[in-house]
């Protein structure tokens, strides 16, 4: 009797908590979708800002442009270093103190605050080195804020992930490189992708990193690496903080949650049909 106490309990407890997940995540897209819905329009999404001050009319499409550009070269440099760090720690970080502190410094920079990577990247490659605020310092400052972010998680995809096969091949008198590379990773690669996916949504929606590195109000396109470019989190900002448009404020967060919900429904969908075709 005790025991079926117990589990209905746990049952009910996690129905609640479900519930409660599902229940906040519908809140916070059905109250932005009611106070941005009369700004939502084809042309709000393909249209540039206009209005004075700037944002209070016309669209966000360069904003939406600089997000996706900001999230792929974050992803592309962050991903791969955090990739390259967690496969160091797993397979040849075999120096118990130098093994320690990577692991150490890769968990310290996981905690920090996104302003101080901000403030890192302004010191260092603007006031230091000289280079304009721009896409390209936006970039690499987001990316270091994302290596850990992606490092942390496949470290733990690496040490979960058919580690029969890593021991086996290399009983076989196989290369620990060769196995790694056609065996390891191939088997792991649509986790650690997806790793790099969720890595890229995290950059995209930073503001901090980027307020002082290259984000500005309005930017022309195409996007280039050494100029400044929008993002939507920085014109959510701008506008709010402001007070400009609480419209165009919510119909901007709206956008943001939407990409970054697309973005997770796409990866969940290439992870199903993976192993859906595996089966």
Known sequence: MSNSLVK????????????????????????????????????????????????????????????????????????????LVAVWLVYYGKQPLL???????VYFLSGLPSIIFGLVGYTVLIFRLGFNRSLFCSGLTVSLMILPFVAIRVIKILQE???DYYTQSLSLGISKEYTLLHVVLP??????????????????????????????????????????????????????????????AYGTAC???????VMQCVYRLVHWLFYHRRK
């Open 8 to 83: 209905w309990g746990i049952r009910l407890i996690s129905g609640l908590l479900a519930a409660t997940v599902l229940g906040s995540i519908s809140f916070v897209f059905m109250y932005l979708f009611n106070r941005g819905r009369t700004v939502i329009s084809w042309s709000f999404l393909t249209a540039d800002p206009a209005g004075m001050p700037i944002g209070t009319a016309g669209g966000i499409f360069p904003a939406i442009i600089g997000t996706f550009s900001l999230g792929l070269f974050s992803a592309l440099i962050g991903g791969t270093l955090g990739v």
């Open 99 to 105: 093994s320690k502190a990577v692991y150490l410094a």
């Open 161 to 163: 992930h058919e580690r």
């Open 187 to 248: 088997d792991s690669s649509v986790e650690i992708i997806g790793t790099v996916f969720i890595g890229m949504a995290y950059g995209m929606g930073a503001v901090a990193p980027i307020m002082y590195t290259g984000a500005v109000m309005l930017s022309p396109l195409p996007v280039a690496l050494d100029k400044p470019f929008m993002s939507l989190p920085y014109h959510l900002y701008l506008l709010v903080s402001n007070g400009l448009s609480y419209e165009y």
């Open 255 to 261: 956008v943001l949650l939407l990409l970054l919900l």
